[in-house]
């Protein structure tokens, strides 16, 4: 299951994995978008078009999230890889109907959730894998529990780093979580690259942008990473790391303070509104 895979890098790592043998599930918010992309995936990696699956979901609504892993597990099917990859930058503080501001939500709480929710499928398919699309910008980070929702303090790369340093703290929380599941959690870079990323942004971050695309790396470069964390066995039984460039990389020094990591779950959990059921479910 690959979340945001109507586009950029998520899409090719649907090309790419549909034609390594993987059966896609393509989580997009756009049923029209996410059909072309579906048609897309399984022209170009020549595979049967049942081979394929669009499940529509928002990440900015946990209602939305909750039915996605419903409809899913009501398929009753096991879960080999998850990719939580859809993410964006906004220029603007944006609340969701949950009330959580947006970049906060879909980039990070909303895989969180979905996660666990999935949790009982992926273990079920042990080996297993999830992988989370970070960003460099994890580096830049700070979990800010005051302000987690940035009433008081609000910049679009601010937020954008906050969750995506929170990301590689929940991989390290979650691989702890996992020891002895057979399933492994990973975090990573795509490097900088020409997709749809930063459409949303403003002004200078905006411009700069379109004028830094010709220079980037192509979507399918993009990618290489995360579809080496979802196939390779050099990963077989690495966890918790985060990875740039297929390697091994150090990530903030925030993301390894193991009392951030375990105050963010407990955060998470009731942001998210995860019942003691549902978590134990995993
Ligand atoms: N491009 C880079 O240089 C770069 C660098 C570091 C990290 N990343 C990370 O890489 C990941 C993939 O980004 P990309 O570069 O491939 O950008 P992209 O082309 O804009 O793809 C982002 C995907 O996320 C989806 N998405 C956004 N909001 C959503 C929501 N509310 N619900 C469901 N899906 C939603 C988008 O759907 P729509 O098309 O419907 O908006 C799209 O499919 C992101 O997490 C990004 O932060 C990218």
């Given at each position: 299951m690959i979340t945001g895979s109507n586009s950029g890098i998520g899409k090719e790592a649907a090309v790419a994995l549909a034609g390594m043998g993987a059966s896609i599930f393509m989580v997009c918010r756009d049923p029209a978008k996410g059909e072309a992309a579906r048609k897309e995936v399984v022209t170009r990696s020549g595979v049967s078009d049942d081979r394929a699956t669009l499940m529509i979901a928002d990440l900015a609504s946990l209602d939305s999230v909750r039915q996605l892993a419903r409809d899913f597990l009501s398929k009753n099917q096991k879960l080999h890889v998850l990719i939580n990859n859809a993410g964006l930058i906004l220029g603007d503080r944006v609340l969701t109907k949950d009330g959580l501001e947006t970049t906060f939500e879909v980039n990070y709480l909303s895989h969180f959730l979905l996660t666990n929710l999935l949790l009982g499928a992926i273990k079920a398919a042990a080996p297993s894998r999830i992988i989370n699309v970070s960003s460099e910008a994890n580096s830049r980070g700070?979990?800010?529990?005051?302000?987690l929702q940035e009433e008081k303090n609000f910049g679009a790369t601010r937020s954008y780093s906050q969750s995506k340093l929170a990301q590689v703290l929940f991989t390290r929380e979650l691989a702890k979580r996992l020891e002895g599941t057979g399933v492994t959690v990973n975090s990573l870079h795509p490097g900088v690259v020409a997709t749809n990323w930063g459409r949303h942004s403003v002004g200078a971050m905006s411009a700069g942008i379109r004028l830094a695309s010709p220079f980037m790396a192509s979507a399918k470069k993009g990618a290489e990473t995360t579809v080496y964390l979802a196939s390779s066995s050099d990963v077989e039984r690495v966890t918790g790391q985060y990875f740039a460039k297929k390697r091994e990389e150090k990530s903030a020094k925030e993301s390894y303070d193991e009392a951030v990591a375990l105050k963010l779950w407990n955060v998470s959990l009731v942001l998210a509104g995860l019942s003691d059921e549902q978590r134990t479910a995993g």
């Open positions: 700070h979990i800010d529990f005051e302000d």
